[in-house]
């Protein structure tokens, strides 16, 4: 096959922009996020038992990276050649080559070469060259029986969008560098090279400033002695973790969070509110009303230590603020603050985070910072110094960054929030519910125009928040098991969203597909294996459904999992590795009896294929929350608990109703209570009973408090007295 000129490409590349030639991905190349051109060419190239790998002096870290893969997991040991053109794996870079973070890679059956803008386009040609070669290359164990070959392709690739991001939240709860560094990996090998590190929040403090030491000696600890939790990290844990993620071409961008979300540090030197009361760091997720006192010098002189000690820390040009969700009440009564607002001729408490922010800005541009923040520090109060806007509620608000001179990255909650569950099957691990499930395919179809140069929209961020670890559920690690599972709970809901989160930053809409995407990524969870990453296994997939002239159900499956196996029953009860295996199309009476999983092994499935009820005919009445059964009600008053954390949506009226639908004694009702957290938000009395064809009892109570992330419960004082043969649902609707 004819070569390709390595220069001429890449000049190409970066006089036209990206043109895309999208190809079918084979059993041999299926690469995440799909590179801009590849041409799959004759032959193979078999990795030599004495390899050298050759490189540019610039390009030292990334040839070392690339050595010690193939140490790990082929057993060579590569030859190092700085400064060489020639090696059985060159890496080179090209200074006409001016799309910045690109790269092209030439496989033939002698050598591979890349040649690349910058180092970071260098170690992403590496992550194509890998991802060329069996699962095994990710292994730190020497595999000795596999053949490392890889399918010779000429690739010319290079980003669409200059920020391709993930934020991972430590400061709900504390994971250590070594788990961050894992973290940067996963991210690297997907080619996403920015990490917001949330390093604060009400919950903890991460950071160690020196200046400031009870910082992380109170604030960076939650609970009891016996029961302490949290961590931090020292200065030299962070230059560390900085210098881990250059290598792979990953950018630290710190978050210092403000004026809400920071208890943590008022815990530790109460004069920083309006307040001054001293509060001790919750167990319990919650946001504080407790803010940083924009009124008093000292709070601004602490806000400027902690930012100066942080950027020496961080090099990059960026530096995220924070600023959602604060609630200004304290600012109302708090006379530094009331004054400060006299004196800049304030009307609005919430002119005050625009005050703070401007003031941040010009700090921070003495320091050749550029301020980020959520959406929210762009829409109180003026901003004069250009900044970065996080549009984290919906997409279509980026126009407000447009109007007012600012920047924007997408990280919508309805698509880039990697804390919400795939779906709702009964049995998902504990999840963010405040808003629906983020498929998959929801994730990958996320909409973002094309970027050019005078874009408003520097790209996309997945978010992963940790608050379901306080939220009273013990997931975290017990180190005297040397247990990890939150580590793996952290990544069972990051992965394989974030290589849906990774493509979209990396490819242009027009070319996203994902069918395609879902069939590249089929080869990407024996990778994920050796990488020693948890993920989420995909359910078997429906490819057909047919409806037969005796009203049963015939079901083709298709598993995503190469190598795996789909168990299943066919009475409504949890299929086990032990279940019927799959072998071709099944056919069920009830179509809701089905359920299928993929199994891996013994250890190593999916949750099943489940097909919600239809509860249509109650629409009017609004979502399912509870459903009652005999077994459920006992004959003397008792509470009958649920939760409803994400049917509340905000503050408003509600009306709950209590719907029987079998049996033929009557459930008495008492009160209504609603819940958040451990907080008595509503009572409403009731004095009632329903049965089978009566009215339904309807409860209405009002909610002025509300806090998304939040937990909240109902519980409804309920019984039979006079026997329990009673069933029912319970739905919740939003009236005002």
Not at 422 to 435: C, D, N, Y
Not at 511 to 530: G, V
Not at 577 to 605: C, L, M, N, W
Not at 616 to 624: D, F, N, P
């Amino acid at each position: 096959m004819k070569q390709i000129s390595m220069r001429k490409i890449l000049s190409a590349l970066a006089l036209l922009g990206v043109v895309v030639t999208t190809a079918q991905p084979t059993s041999s190349v299926n690469i995440i996020p799909q590179p801009v051109q590849l041409e799959q060419t004759e032959g193979v190239y078999v990795l030599p038992e004495k390899v050298t790998i050759s490189y540019d002096a610039s390009l030292k870290a990334q040839a070392e990276y690339l050595q010690e893969v193939l140490a790990q997991s082929t057993g060579r040991i590569a030859v190092m050649k700085e400064g060489k053109k020639k090696g059985d794996i060159v890496l080179l870079v090209d200074a006409q080559a001016q799309k910045a973070e690109g790269y092209a890679l030439s496989v033939t059956p002698k050598s591979v070469k890349i040649v690349a803008a910058d180092p970071s386009g260098a170690f992403y040609g590496i992550q194509s060259l890998l991802q060329l070669f069996p699962a095994e290359i990710y292994s730190e164990k020497w595999q000795r029986n596999t053949e490392w070959k890889a399918p010779c392709v000429e690739i010319v690739d290079a980003p669409e969008r200059p920020w391709r991001g993930m934020m991972l939240d430590v400061a709900r709860y504390f994971y250590d560098k070594e788990f961050v560094k894992k973290y940067i990996d996963m991210m690297a090998m997907y080619k996403m090279n920015k990490l917001q590190f949330h390093l604060i929040d009400d919950s903890g403090w991460r950071l160690e400033i020196k200046k400031y030491p009870r910082l992380t000696e109170v604030g960076a600890w939650a609970g009891p002695n016996e029961k302490r939790l949290g961590g931090f990290y020292t200065q030299d844990d962070i230059r560390e973790m900085v210098a881990y993620a250059k290598v792979r071409g990953v950018e630290l961008v710190p978050e210092i969070e403000f004026p809400a979300h920071i208890l943590s540090a008022v815990v530790a030197y109460p004069w920083l509110s309006c307040t001054g009361v001293q509060h001790q760091l919750p167990t319990q997720h919650f946001i504080s009303r407790d803010l940083l006192c924009v009124g008093k010098e000292t709070s601004i002189q602490f806000l400027q230590d902690v930012l100066e000690e942080t950027v020496e820390l961080f090099p990059s040009s960026y530096i995220n603020i924070g600023g959602d969700e604060a609630v200004y009440k304290r600012y109302e009564t708090c006379p530094d603050c009331q004054a400060l607002m006299k004196r800049e001729g304030l009307s609005k408490v919430s002119e005050l985070q625009g005050y703070l922010t401007n003031v941040v800005a010009q700090m921070m541009k003495k320091k050749n910072r550029t301020l980020i923040g959520w959406e929210e520090i762009i829409m109180r109060g003026k901003v004069n110094e250009p900044v970065v806007a996080l549009i984290w509620h919906n997409v279509a608000d980026s126009i407000h960054a447009t109007n007012t001179g600012h920047k924007a990255i997408l990280t919508p909650c309805t698509h880039m929030y990697l804390d919400f569950p795939e779906q709702k099957i009964p049995g998902e691990v504990q999840a963010a519910t405040w808003m629906p499930p983020v498929s998959l395919e929801k994730c990958y179809s996320m909409p973002v125009n094309d970027y050019s140069e005078n874009s408003t929209v520097l790209g996309v961020q997945g978010c992963y928040w940790s608050d379901q670890f306080i939220h009273g559920q013990a997931l975290q690690e017990i180190a005297y098991l040397n247990e990890n599972r939150s580590e793996n709970y952290a990544e069972y809901l990051t992965f394989p969203r974030l290589q849906a989160v990774s493509e979209v930053g990396w490819s242009k809409q027009s070319q996203r597909n994902f069918e395609n995407f879902r069939t590249r990524l089929s080869s990407h969870f024996a990778r994920m294996d050796y990488k020693g990453c948890h993920y989420r296994l995909p359910v078997p997939r429906i490819e057909k459904e047919e409806t037969l002239a005796d009203g049963s159900t015939r079901f083709t499956l298709a598993c995503d999992v190469p190598g795996a196996d789909i168990r299943y029953t066919t009475d409504a009860n949890y299929p086990t590795v032990h279940s019927p295996k799959y072998t071709g199309p099944v056919t069920v009476a009830k179509r809701d009896d089905f359920r299928a999983i993929t199994v891996v092994s013994g250890t190593q499935y999916s949750l099943p294929l489940y097909f919600a009820p239809d509860y249509s005919a109650y629409k009017a009445y609004g979502e399912y929350v509870y459903g009652w059964e005999p077994l459920r009600v006992q004959p003397q008053p008792s509470a009958m608990r649920f939760e409803v954390t994400g049917k509340i949506s905000g503050n408003g009226a509600y009306e709950l109703a209590v719907i029987p639908t079998r049996g033929e004694d009557a459930l008495q009702l008492g009160n209504l209570k609603l819940w958040k957290r451990n907080e008595l938000m509503a009572e409403t009395p009731a004095d009632a009973s329903v049965k089978v064809g009566n009215q339904p009892v309807v409860y209405r109570f009002e909610l002025n408090q509300f806090e998304a992330g939040t937990p909240f419960h109902i519980e409804i004082q309920g019984y039979a007295p006079n026997g329990n043969n009673t069933s029912g649902m319970m739905f919740l609707r939003k009236v005002e």
